[in-house]
């Protein structure tokens, strides 16, 4: 499964990789060329802020996609 999201600051930051941490599976990021684990909270600060990001995770994860509902974007 594939959505786009938006973090705008370091607080939405920590709020997006607590609830990922909450999910036993593995959970990525893409932005540009760059891939990271959306657990890292050091990755998303530095990658993701104030920025499109396409996050990837298994198919059927549409319990995580909820749960980060806020941070969607089209």
């Known amino acids: ?3 786009m999201i ?3 600051s370091p ?3 920590e ?3 607590k609830i990922a941490s909450g999910y036993d599976y593995d959970i990525d990021l893409k ?3 760059a891939y990271l684990d ?3 909270l ?3 600060i530095s990658c993701a802020i104030d920025k499109k ?3 990837i995770c298994p198919k059927g994860a549409s319990d995580f996609r909820n749960s980060v509902a806020k941070f969607a974007v089209a």
Do not use: I, N, P, Q
């Open 31 to 33: 932005t540009g060329a």
């Open 6 to 8: 938006r973090l705008h």
């Open 11 to 13: 607080k939405d930051a």
């Open 53 to 55: 990001a396409m996050v």
């Open 1 to 3: 499964m594939k959505f």
């Open 15 to 17: 709020e997006f990789v």
């Open 38 to 40: 959306a657990k890292s």
């Open 42 to 44: 050091l990755g998303v």
